[in-house]
């Protein structure tokens, strides 16, 4: 990475951001590492300017679009030396929209991450019913054409330096059935070597919940069409929460020992993923939150991927409970990332730091409610490093 950057004119290092208020208003075209050109996503959205945005140090680029708060891509080096783009991306803001994919491809998921069951929860003693778009359940906040979640909304973007971007969301009151008005805050910080971390932050002026998430798809070989089958995948949890066949949390927390979810020793994702396990079946693979052992300590990696391809590690470190890890298994191929290439089944895989599923109907679980005068905080760091 560095001999790529080293390259760059320094004029272009110092205006391209990677589009949005540095770039577009500049003028300046130049593609970003990863190949992205900024022109490609500035639009209008309902009033609302998107743009694209750089983060940028001697070993890693990011391009994050305030588009759903969507990484868009990740580049990093190889054992070689060589940059990869290591996320599921799309080409242009357009390619994002609902209307012409519905996906959450490395975006900042809210009001709530994950399924809450049959749309419905309650706080004091109040029930409020929500988008169901997902068998039967709200997922992410709801995602159907008119009800869709912070995924599909413009976040106002603010970029103090080349690598910081802030990101800020109003969830007014009622947004998709949610109460309080929600004023939430998402921190992307790159530093040196190449470690990005998210941190959330929202407060509201009524009793709601929030469960917030980054929702990108990893491949951490870089080559774009491959699957993640034989990357290595460790997660620091000794416990999962089963799901029944509508993906939805039974209130169990199940051991994973002796079974397909054991990975508290490093696996390829693909060993198990066809076991003859009900889990398994349910999901058609991994869709699954896991308890983390790590007792939400920042300094204790929740789950480490390995592309041993290409020797790039991801280590995720969070102060969350619970990770998600789902393996990809409804690409289909129908959806072209960047320049162009299919995203194939298993393409990529998600690690989402965050609350487990439910939790608002399963009281036997960390609570996700948020009242007056608190403030939700969470953080997700992806720190990437080559094994030699």
């Known amino acids: 990475m560095k001999k790529q950057l080293l390259l760059l004119p320094l004029a272009a290092m110092l205006t391209v951001g990677c589009g949005g208020n540095k770039g577009t208003e500049s003028g300046v075209t130049e593609k970003t590492l990863s190949g992205l050109d900024p022109q490609a996503f500035v639009s209008v959205v309902d009033g609302d300017t998107t743009g694209l945005y750089q983060l940028r140090n001697a070993d890693a680029e990011v391009c ?27 080409d242009s803001v357009q390619a994002y929209f609902p209307q012409n994919n519905l996906t959450d491809f490395g975006a900042a998921i809210g009001r709530y991450a994950n399924r809450i069951n049959q749309g419905k929860f309650s706080i004091d003693g109040k029930e409020y019913d ?10 992410h906040g709801g995602g159907e054409m008119g009800q869709l979640g912070w995924q599909y909304r413009v976040y106002k973007a603010t970029q103090p330096n080349d690598t910081t971007l802030v990101l800020t969301l109003h969830s007014p ?7 309080g ?57 000794e416990g999962f929460t089963p799901v029944d066949s509508t993906f939805m949390t039974t209130g169990e927390i199940a051991s994973v020992a002796g079974t397909p979810f054991d990975f508290r020793t490093a696996k390829a994702v693909g060993k198990d993923i066809n076991a003859e396990n009900e889990q398994i079946k349910n999901a058609n693979g991994y869709d699954h939150n896991f308890v983390l052992a790590t007792g939400g300590s920042l300094d204790v990696a929740a789950a480490t ?36 290439v299919a995203v194939p089944m298993r393409g990529a895989l998600c690690l989402e730091t965050q609350h487990y599923p439910d939790s608002p ?19 997700c760091v992806f720190d990437f490093s080559v094994n030699d």
Request: proline share 7%; with cysteine; aromatic share 8%.
């Open 361 to 379: 109907n399963k009281p036997q679980w960390p609570s996700t409610v948020l009242r007056p005068g608190e403030t939700y905080r969470s953080t």
């Open 64 to 90: 994050i679009t305030n588009y759903g708060g969507r990484i868009v891509s990740i580049m990093v080096d190889d054992r070689e030396g060589n940059p990869r783009d290591v996320v599921i991306g799309l």
């Open 173 to 179: 009151d009622g947004d998709n059935g949610f109460p």
């Open 130 to 139: 929500l988008p169901k778009n997902n068998f039967g359940h709200c997922l």
């Open 181 to 237: 008005n929600v004023d939430a805050t998402v921190t992307y910080t790159l530093s040196s070597p190449a470690r990005l971390t998210i941190n959330y932050e929202a407060t509201t002026d009524a009793p709601t919940i929030v469960n917030l998430t980054n929702h990108s798809y990893f491949n951490l070989s870089g080559k774009p069409g491959s699957t993640v089958d034989l990357h290595l995948l460790e997660i620091n949890a």
């Open 305 to 340: 991927l390995e592309s041993p391809e290409s020797g790039i590690v991801l280590n995720v470190y969070t102060n969350e409970p619970g990770i998600q890890f789902y393996s990809g298994n409804f690409l289909d191929g129908s959806i072209k990332e960047k320049h162009g």
